[in-house]
């Protein structure tokens, strides 16, 4: 099976049924241990990380143990990612105004870190380890801004 000329596995429809029960749940109830979730494409299931939680993968194994699903273990749960992701967010104005433009600020949904797009990698590599702390899991990576069509 494909899409548009991309191969998709056999069960997607099943897949994307499961996924969409698993990731409402899994953020209302284990948002301190729940990172995300990806397809993988070349196994036909879905790869479900989290915080290593003894609860969480009790419902995970109980609620889907029919289902293509398998667990990986994340550093951070996609809250604390996302904390991170708003605050950088609610600084773009300011580093607008320093002249270091962000073209996107995504959490990983494998729970290791803030992805952050821009064309000066090494100056907002620097700069984001002053404001956000040599610690913060951020990895800047080289993207273009957005153009509009």
Known sequence: ??????????????????????????????????????????????????????????????????????????????RELRALADRIAADLESWHAKGLEIATVSAAEDGSVVRVGTTDVARARQEFTQRYGGDAPIEVVFEQPPRPL
């Open 1 to 78: 099976m494909s899409v548009d000329g991309t191969p998709q596995p056999a069960n997607q429809e099943a897949l994307d049924e499961v996924a969409s029960r698993i990731e409402p749940y899994a953020t209302e109830h284990f948002p301190d241990v729940y990172a995300g979730l990806e397809l993988r494409q070349e196994t036909g299931r879905i790869r479900v990380y989290r915080k290593p939680s003894a609860p969480f993968d009790a419902w995970l194994g109980h609620a889907f143990a029919a289902d293509c699903v398998e667990v990986a273990d994340a550093v951070h749960a996609r």
